[in-house]
């Protein structure tokens, strides 16, 4: 899992490397295609990332004119976070450049296969999700 891991920050830093987005920030970008205008806090939660390195990620992408931030309307306390035309301009580019890492991986996987690997993540995930972790390390 790690050589796979470090080897999709390899490939997305570079088929990114021409719209000026890390690895680090496309996940916030694919968020945001799907819910434009989330809050910070919603990005750091859905994404496991903590708030701090949300907040480097998303001053990256407003520097680099893909986001913008504004005080929530109802409480000032939270920032929401919206695309601009720059990154709707782009969107499909970027998520066919990141989905080239899926083609790449997948190519010589059987479709039967793929099922029972996707199907086996899925779980994983579900897991994982689903269990509180510092609890379980406790009883280590």
């Given at each position: 899992m790690s050589i796979l891991h470090r080897q999709s920050q390899i490939y997305i830093n570079y088929s990114l490397k021409k719209f000026n987005i890390s690895s680090a920030e496309y996940s916030f970008l694919m968020?945001?295609?799907?819910?434009?205008?989330?809050?910070?806090?919603?990005?750091?939660?859905?994404?496991?990332?903590?708030?701090?390195?949300?907040?480097?990620?998303?001053?990256?992408?407003?520097?680099?004119g893909y986001v913008i931030k504004s005080k929530d309307n109802l409480d000032k306390r939270y920032n929401r976070v919206y695309l601009t035309n720059k990154a709707i301009a782009y969107k499909d580019k970027i998520r066919e450049a990141v989905w080239g890492w899926n083609k790449l991986l997948t190519k010589d996987?059987?479709?039967?296969?793929?099922?029972l690997i996707v199907s086996s993540l899925e779980k994983m995930v579900s897991t994982v999700e689903n269990t509180d972790i510092k609890k379980e390390l406790e009883g280590l």
């Open positions: 968020y945001l295609y799907r819910n434009n205008g989330a809050t910070q806090d919603e990005l750091s939660s859905y994404l496991y990332i903590d708030k701090a390195a949300t907040a480097r990620a998303i001053k990256s992408l407003e520097e680099k996987i059987d479709p039967q296969d793929l099922d």
